[in-house]
C-alpha cells in the first residue's frame, strides 16, 4: 500500500512567536491572550517587549471590556524599568484616563514623577508603601538603581557616600559590599575616609568631565569639510 497523503492538519504546524504575531497583524484581537500571556512571562523570565506592550494596550483601547488592570500595571512596572528610556509615558499615553484614576495607578504615575526628577529618596519611600504592585515584578530594585547611578554618573564625578546611599536604597554593609563590587567590576575608586565622609569617584564620561565631550569639528572628518568649499565658492 502507498503511503497515505497527509491532512492539512496533520502537515506540520507554523507557529509564530509574539513579536512575529505583532509584526503581521498587530490590530488583530485574536492575539490578545497572548499578549497578556506574555507580558507574565516577560515578569518571570525578567525580559522586555515594548512593542508588544503596546500593541497590547491598543488592543485595550478597541476592547476596553477585556482590559485586565493587573496586565497594564505590569506592563507600566516594566517600562519604569526601562528608564531613561521614555518607555512609561509611551504606555500611558494609551491608558484611559478612567483607569488612569485607579490608586494603583496613581501611585505608578507619583513613582515615574519621581524618577523624572530625580527624587529618589521620594521614590523609594513611595515604593514601600507600595509593595504589592513594584515587588510582583522581579528585578524592579536593581533596575531602578541602575537608572540611580546612570542619572548620578551625569552629574558627579565624586559622589558623596550618603547620597549615593540615599538614591539606591542601600546602607551599611550591604553598601559596602556594592561598592567594593562596583570598585572591582565597574571602575569606581573608594577615597580614603569612613562613614558619611567618604568619596566614590565615578567614571569619567562626557556629561560629567565636559572636556571629554567632542567638539562638532572634531566629529566632522576633515575631508568632508574640504568637500564643501567648492560649494561655497
Known amino acids: 500500500m502507498g503511503r497515505e497523503r497527509e491532512t492539512p492538519k496533520e502537515q506540520q504546524q507554523v507557529s509564530y512567536t509574539v513579536e512575529q504575531l505583532v509584526a503581521v497583524n498587530p490590530y488583530n484581537p485574536d492575539i490578545l491572550p497572548d499578549l497578556e500571556n506574555y507580558v507574565n512571562e516577560q515578569v518571570s523570565l525578567q525580559t522586555y517587549s515594548l512593542d508588544a506592550n503596546l500593541c497590547l494596550l491598543r488592543l485595550y483601547q478597541f476592547e476596553p471590556e477585556r482590559m485586565s488592570t493587573q496586565i497594564v500595571a505590569r506592563i507600566l512596572v516594566k517600562a519604569l524599568m526601562a528608564m531613561p528610556a521614555p518607555d512609561f509615558s509611551l504606555c500611558l499615553f494609551l491608558i484611559p484616563e478612567r483607569v488612569q484614576m485607579e490608586e494603583q495607578f496613581k501611585t505608578l504615575i507619583v513613582l515615574s514623577h519621581y524618577l523624572e526628577t530625580g527624587r529618589f529618596r521620594q521614590f523609594w519611600d513611595e515604593a514601600a508603601k507600595s509593595r504589592h504592585i513594584v515587588e510582583a515584578v522581579p528585578g524592579f530594585e536593581q533596575a531602578i538603581q541602575a537608572y540611580a547611578i546612570h542619572v548620578l554618573s551625569l552629574t558627579y564625578q565624586k ?27 565597574g571602575g569606581w575608586i573608594l577615597e580614603k575616609g569612613h562613614g558619611r565622609g567618604q568619596l566614590i569617584v565615578l567614571p569619567q564620561n562626557e556629561f560629567n568631565h565636559p572636556e571629554l565631550k567632542k567638539s562638532a569639528a572634531d566629529s566632522v572628518p576633515l575631508e568632508h569639510i574640504t568637500r564643501i568649499f567648492p560649494i561655497l565658492g
Do not use: T
Open 159 to 185: 559622589i558623596p557616600r550618603p547620597v549615593l546611599a540615599e538614591a539606591i536604597n542601600i546602607e551599611g554593609l550591604s553598601l559596602d559590599k556594592f561598592l567594593e563590587h562596583q570598585a572591582a567590576n
